[in-house]
């Protein structure tokens, strides 16, 4: 009886521990799999726990003569094994489950947004769109900023914020200030298209004393799309600021001592080191406590070049100078070597030598870099920025480097022809005749107000023949109304007036075509001719007379009528003679 009691003790025992198992693998469905891990790890401590019990159960049976109970705690062991076994083959599954998910939610990417410029269109506020060359304005101690950005998916409350930033140096002419600004997506209508932009606009206020020259200003924008991800693009732009203040007057003497700044000198007093120049070492420790002294690093700053306000023709050559000033006033600058490149993969430039070498530079010194500059005739329009790059040494021997870049002006040779164009050899004063032209842009950018006109004594166009814009390779037909005047006439206005000789005879004068391309200068060329001016063709106004036509029937009913009486008359006549004769002969 015992023996069953104990059975049945041992059994239910197995059994409550095999329901805690499988609840406790159930409620860890819904944690992570470190966590069933670990409780897969307890559990085992557990399992083992119990088997040492029944082992010293099995030993206290044992002695008590009851071999039956080793058998049954076998049992057990092997029940709890296979409880564990089961949980943890359950934890496996849903481990494998719950990556399966993750490889799954990573299986398919959004495609991320991506920022541009808009390079096409010209809004309000620019001369030019981004393609042609845009530069911002200066007006009123400021440069006015637009920036067309686009983009090719959607943001987050359609908005962008962008901001800008300057080239840290003490020389920037703007004033800093916050120019951040969130812009809105807005819809833009041109005449035949529409355009979906974040339209930025700014001014950049200058300061009152401040270089003239080129200046780089960073605009960068950052939005957010529809899947959280950060967009961002950054867009560099050359601004041209005019002088002002005792900045410029320092640029125009830089020799001037009073324009220089004046290094300290050696006065013994602690901390104050000697000029280079006054024999002193730059990286001298201090007399006072021996630590070493700040040596700020030589800046180099681009001054000067021969290429400033010069528009370049593709296809051409010339020399450029470029020079670079070492701005610090107590520090050399040594092993200089001076690289420069053209920025962009189709500028199309190509440069004698690429770097340049400078030993030593003086602080406030200069150098300058000479190079041969050749542009090649497929050199795209626009603004090209050449970069400068630095790699120099303090007198202790820290290495520097530094950048500078300047603007180069690239135009594309402007070509027009004006052909199928003539004018007859002789036409009659006052007179309008017509002639027929082709106007054709034989070079590789635009032309802008197209025009042909006529110039000469004598001949004069009743209205400039206006073609407009044209681009590479287009071609226009049109026709000019001209009027013949006389040969001593200026100008159209003028009366008919002289003699005949005066008036009329031989004259010569040419069609002029006129264009202007993206920078504003205008070009012309002409189509002579010669033609001679004859007396005005006068045709009479007064109607030819005409004989009066009249209804005479009855008079040719009288000639008739008198005809035939004569006819009669004769007749008569001729009888008569001939009765008389006969009577003659009788008697």
């Known amino acids: 009886m015992l023996k069953r009691i104990r059975k049945s003790a041992v059994f239910l025992l197995t059994f409550c521990m095999m329901l805690q198992n499988s609840r406790t693998a159930y409620a860890g469905t819904d944690q992570t799999a470190p966590e069933p891990a670990r409780q897969i790890e307890q559990k085992g401590q557990s399992g083992s726990d119990g088997q040492e019990s ?9 002695q008590e003569g009851q071999s039956s109970q080793g058998g049954q705690s076998s049992q057990e062991g092997q029940s709890s094994q296979e409880g564990q076994s089961s949980q943890e083959g359950q934890s496996s599954q849903e481990g494998q489950s719950s990556q399966e998910g993750q490889s799954s939610q990573q299986g398919h990417p959004s495609q991320q947004v991506h920022l541009g410029i808009d390079n096409t269109h010209v809004y309000a506020g620019m001369e030019h769109s981004y ?4 530069v911002p304005t200066e007006a009123d101690n400021k440069i006015s900023l637009v920036v067309p950005f686009t983009a090719d998916g959607a943001l987050k409350d359609n908005t962008l914020t962008v901001t ?15 120019y951040q600004a969130d ?37 960068q924008a950052r939005g957010i799309d529809g899947e959280g991800n950060q967009v961002t693009l950054e867009y560099v732009i050359f601004t041209n600021v005019t002088g002002a203040g005792r900045n410029q007057q320092d640029k125009e003497h830089p020799e001037d001592p009073e324009n220089q700044e004046t290094p300290e000198a050696e006065t013994g007093g602690e901390g104050k080191i000697l000029p280079p120049e006054a024999g002193g070492d730059a990286m001298a420790p201090s007399a ?21 306000g010069i528009v370049l023709d593709a296809g051409s050559s010339r020399d450029m100078q470029v020079t670079f000033r070492n701005k610090s006033s107590e520090f050399a600058a040594c092993n200089v070597k001076v690289s420069l490149a053209a920025e962009g993969e189709e500028s199309n430039l190509t440069f004698g030598r690429t770097s340049e070498y400078f ?12 190079e041969e500059l050749r542009i090649q005739t497929n050199a795209p329009q626009g603004n090209v920025p050449v ?21 180069l002006q690239i135009r594309q040779p402007a070509r027009v022809s004006l052909s199928n164009c003539s004018i007859p050899s002789s036409v009659y004063s006052t007179d309008t005749i017509s002639t027929d032209m082709q106007i054709l842009n034989l070079g590789k950018a635009p032309v802008y107000n197209v025009r042909v006109s006529a110039k000469g004594a004598g001949i ?128």
């Open 54 to 62: 029944q082992s010293s159960q099995e030993d206290r049976l044992s």
């Open 131 to 134: 393609g042609e060359g845009y």
């Open 164 to 178: 800008v930033g300057f080239k840290e140096t003490k020389e920037t002419p703007f004033q800093l200030k916050n």
């Open 183 to 219: 812009v809105k997506l807005q819809t833009v209508t041109f005449k035949e298209e529409q355009a979906d932009v974040y339209l930025y606009t700014v001014d950049l206020f200058l300061q009152e004393e401040r270089h003239a020259g080129q200046y780089p200003v960073s605009v």
């Open 288 to 308: 006072g406590n021996g630590e070493e002294s700040v040596v700020h690093q030589p800046k180099f700053i681009l001054e000067e070049s021969s290429l400033d």
């Open 359 to 370: 030993e030593k530079v003086q602080p406030g010194k200069a150098i300058t870099f000479t």
């Open 387 to 407: 970069k400068f790059s630095f790699e120099y040494e303090d007198e202790k021997g820290t290495a520097y480097m530094g950048t500078e870049s300047l603007v």
């Open 460 to 587: 004069f166009a009743l209205q400039t023949f206006y073609a407009g814009t044209l681009e590479a390779g287009q071609s226009i037909q049109g026709s000019m109304e001209l009027y013949a005047g006389a040969k001593n006439m200026e100008s159209i206005n003028d009366t008919l007036a002289g003699t005949d000789e005066e008036k009329y005879g031989k004259v010569d004068g040419a069609l002029v075509l006129a264009y202007e391309d993206v920078y504003g200068q205008t070009y012309s060329q002409e189509v002579n001719y010669k033609t001679e001016i004859q007396p005005p063709k006068i045709l009479s106004l007064k109607p030819e007379k005409k004989e009066q036509e009249t209804n005479q029937w009855w008079v040719s009913v009288l000639v008739l009528a008198g005809a035939g009486l004569l006819g009669i008359l004769l007749i008569q006549t001729l009888r008569i003679r001939g009765l008389k004769k006969n009577n003659l002969n009788t008697h």
